[in-house]
């Protein structure tokens, strides 16, 4: 079987989109079973940072070079012409992701959707995310014959909002990459850690006021965003590499995770694999990333936000022995092997 995977989301800085999207083809890999081309136009810049995330992971790569490329995407996807084939040949499947819809003569048609946020909550993504989603998101409802979401919460959402079959939607979990480890460098300090990019949705205020109520220091480790979000009252890290993050998860007292929305939250299954207790918000959209392993809070109250870190300082071994059972059931494999059967 020939699988045509867009990696467009890997031409910027990676986030839980890029991890999941890198990951997967990982365990497409280590499932065996297919020839997976990853594609992508990009431009030259965003080709650079696509080949480094793919450093290591043995499957074709089809990445052409083009002037403009988010807006030739955007065209292409429009136009519905001409067909991905001209460009790659046959393929058995065309598995697109955030950033584009292109038009396909033959094969499964299959998408993958992280989440539904900016059709419930426009006001908490950028103007262009909206814009981009929301035409995907109708067409890939109306012509897809698969749809993967990353959690059965993205699945019953995605059946109850856009109206697709429940048979065309298939959950494939995210997995946990090799560097979040309980073993290996710890950061220094006594902190606990806030992670992803500085925008509403994370509700990175209120972790900073929980903080501040019991007097200990968050660590914020997150690329810049957007709608003027910023980590006054904290520390804030940027972007951090792989390596950076599992040492900032393993020394800190806990992961605090106040989301107010969530595909699934990644974060939280990597600081778990580290042995870090996480206070995770009570949302049922993070439900199936914290199983009983979290304390769980109102995302809105900082004083039940600075409670629960309480209680995670409190039953430290205890919350760590929970998360590294529960860590340990997310795979690439598994998720590879996922998409495998959502595709035959």
């Known amino acids: 079987m020939r699988v045509v995977i867009d990696v467009a989301p890997l031409s910027h800085v990676r986030t839980g989109v890029g991890n999941y999207i890198r990951g997967s083809l990982r365990g497409l890999v280590e499932a065996g079973g297919a020839d997976v081309v990853a594609f992508a136009p990009a431009s030259r810049a965003g080709r650079r940072r696509i080949e ?75 103007v262009r995310t909206r814009r981009m989603h929301g035409a995907k998101y109708r067409h890939a409802a109306r012509t897809c014959d698969v749809v993967v979401v990353n959690s059965r919460f993205t699945g019953d959402d995605v059946a109850a909002t856009l109206g697709v079959d429940p048979s065309r939607i298939h959950v494939a979990y995210p997995g946990i990459d090799d560097a979040f480890t309980a073993e290996g460098r710890r950061a220094e300090g006594e902190y606990v850690l806030a992670v992803g990019t500085l925008e509403p949705r994370k509700n990175l205020g209120v972790a900073i006021e929980a903080a501040q109520r019991l007097g200990v220091e968050l660590r914020v480790a997150g690329s810049p965003g957007w709608g003027g979000v910023e980590a006054h009252g904290a520390t804030w890290l940027g972007y951090s590499t792989e390596e950076s993050l ?68 409190s039953d430290r071994d205890g919350l760590a022995q929970l998360g590294f059972a529960h860590a340990r059931r997310f795979t690439w494999l598994e998720n590879g092997r996922a998409h495998l059967e959502a595709w035959s």
């Open 246 to 313: 599992a040492a900032l998860y393993r020394g800190a007292a806990a992961l605090v995770y106040p989301s107010r929305f969530e595909g699934f939250g990644i974060p939280v299954l990597e600081a778990m694999a580290c042995g870090a207790p996480c206070v995770v918000s009570a949302h049922p959209s993070l439900d199936e990333a914290c199983g009983d392993a979290a304390v769980r809070v109102d995302p809105d109250d900082p004083d039940a936000v600075a409670a629960g870190i309480e209680r995670a300082f």
């Open 52 to 126: 480094a995330a793919l450093d290591g992971v043995d499957v074709e790569r089809r990445l052409p070079v083009v002037p403009a490329a988010h807006a030739l995407r955007t065209a292409w996807s429009r136009a519905g012409a001409p067909p991905v084939e001209r460009f790659l040949g046959p393929f058995d499947v065309l598995h697109f992701s955030d950033w584009m819809y292109p038009p396909q003569r033959a094969g499964l048609r299959s998408t993958m959707i992280h989440d539904l946020v900016p059709l419930h909550f426009p006001d908490w993504v950028h």
